[in-house]
């Protein structure tokens, strides 16, 4: 384990480079300055700040980092007054970031950024990822309004495909049985209308013709 923390320490070294200027208190991070404002117990170390530095810090207004076991941590601060950022991210709660988080008497330093610029958060880069569209298949349904549509075509055509099969019958088929004859429909029939009830509405009655009736006898 120590190997590779070593290991991603020296890469992460390689990945910075810091510089310094006229004076120790000028420092270029990546060729951007900054400005070395207090070194509590000598705790700025450029090797550390190299291995554990990050893009993401450019856009504050001050770095802090202080010392734990022998671990860099660096915090990230704007200047008092920044509209929509709260006060504990602004330099005036460094104090209460120095008790409260920072072990007691703790080497620290603060370094001023002197062109802060905004970042991307990496989170956001994930987020603005377009996202696959699902495929649609031929014979599936995803619910949506093409595929509603579609359906709604598909099953109207079966429909009158179905109708051109329905063979135009009679509503009603009326049948009598002769005996050992087969079944025949009723042609000839005497239909009867009548009335009944306030809405007048029609029964129809449905005679059928004597069988025992002969040709040109009524």
């Known amino acids: 384990m120590k190997e590779l923390a070593d290991a991603q320490f020296i890469e992460r070294q390689a990945s910075t480079a810091i510089t310094t200027g006229d004076t120790p208190e000028d420092i270029f991070i990546n060729e951007r300055p900054y400005r070395l404002l207090k070194n ?10 190299a291995a554990r530095f990050s893009d993401f810090l450019e856009k504050y207004d001050f770095i802090v980092g202080d010392i734990a076991a022998d671990q860099l941590r660096l915090q990230g601060f704007y200047k008092d007054g920044t509209k929509g950022i709260a006060r504990s991210q602004q330099m005036s709660s ?6 409260e ?11 001023e950024n002197l062109e802060p610029h905004e970042v991307v958060d990496p989170a956001d880069k994930e987020n ?5 569209r699902r495929r649609q298949h031929r014979n599936g349904n995803n619910g949506g309004p093409k595929a509603k549509r579609g359906n709604k ?7 009158h495909r179905d109708n051109k099969k329905h063979k135009n019958t009679p509503a009603t088929k009326e049948k009598v049985n002769s005996g050992n004859h087969p079944e025949k429909h009723v042609a000839n029939r005497s239909n009867s209308v009548a009335t009944s009830g306030s ?3 029609r029964h129809f009655q449905v005679r059928e013709r004597s069988k025992n009736k002969t040709k040109g006898k009524e």
């Open 40 to 49: 509590y117990r000598e705790a700025y170390d450029q090797q550390k700040m």
């Open 94 to 99: 460094l104090q209460d970031f120095l008790y």
């Open 101 to 111: 988080e920072a072990n007691f008497g703790a080497p620290y330093f603060v370094l």
């Open 128 to 132: 603005a990822k377009p996202k696959r």
């Open 153 to 159: 075509q598909h099953n109207h055509g079966n429909q």
């Open 199 to 201: 809405k007048k509405r």
